[in-house]
């Protein structure tokens, strides 16, 4: 028997009612987590990403090596997920938030934490001491948005003013990923990409003078744009290690 466009109607709205809710940010993945075994238990300041120091102290230092799958040959580093162990006689339902500055797994896990991230996914403080004795330890996990001010730019160390600009990105707030940089050459009116180097870190030999405008490139999802605007430039005369802020930021 036929259905009639009422009946068709409220099937398509049942159906629609009892599809799976997939949402950029909300979707819970299992996996496990362990921790950093350096003496600090912060990791190494030669992180994957190219954080340097920085890496080790940044999101109070609730970091977190990421297996390949989430470190995205760098385009994940930055990222932040809400971790939370699944022991519930000793861990809380919220678990902690980390930012990915490095890439590394063990047997199986997807996250190796700071020491401080791992005991901060215990239900009290006096709890964490029992949890590092098990290594290891079955986790849910999801994407969330880091919650940062305006996007800053790092000068690389490396970089030399008369031919080498090697730069990082940091306080990407959004769920969105960095995927590509380039920079206005004034002369040419043209965007000139620069390289992906490792991780997080961009650089392009013999660089424009003057004062460098940078436009980036976001990935949320299936969907790209470039994002730029007129305080988003490298200063002339810029020095390694300097630290400029841009009046952008990532959703």
């Known amino acids: 028997m036929a259905l009639s466009f009422n009946n068709c109607s409220t099937f398509m709205i049942c159906v629609i009612l009892l599809l799976p809710t997939f949402s950029f940010g909300t979707e819970n993945y299992y996996s ?16 994957a ?12 230092g609730l970091v977190t090596a990421a297996s390949w799958k989430l470190y995205k040959n760098g385009v994940g580093c930055g990222a932040c997920y809400q971790v939370r162990c699944k022991d519930e006689a000793l861990c809380s339902n919220e678990g902690v938030k980390v930012l990915v500055t490095d890439s590394g797994e063990g047997p199986g896990t997807d996250f190796i934490l700071s020491s401080d991230a791992f005991a901060k996914m ?20 999801k994407r969330v948005s880091c919650k940062y001010g305006n996007l800053k730019i790092k000068i ?4 030399n003013y008369h031919g080498y600009l090697a ?4 306080n990407n707030g959004g769920y969105a990923d960095i995927i590509a940089i380039e920079i206005y050459d004034v002369k040419t009116y043209k965007w000139i990409p620069m390289r992906r180097s490792y991780g997080a870190v961009f650089d392009l030999a013999n660089p ?3 004062d460098l405008k940078l436009r980036i490139q976001i990935k949320e999802g299936e969907k790209t744009k470039w994002i730029n605007s007129d305080k988003t430039v490298i200063p002339d005369y810029w020095k390694p290690g300097s630290i400029y802020e841009t009046d952008v930021q990532i959703p």
């Not at 730069?167 to 940091?170: A, P």
């Open 32 to 47: 496990k987590a362990t921790f950093y075994k350096t003496s600090d238990g912060k990791g190494t300041p030669t992180g």
């Open 49 to 60: 990403c190219g954080y340097g120091e920085h890496g080790r102290y940044v999101n109070d």
């Open 122 to 141: 215990a239900k009290h403080p006096k709890l964490a001491h029992m949890l590092f004795p098990k290594g290891v330890v079955d986790v849910d996990y």
């Open 156 to 159: 690389n160390e490396h970089s």
């Open 167 to 170: 730069i990082y990105l940091f």
């Open 208 to 210: 424009p003078k003057g």
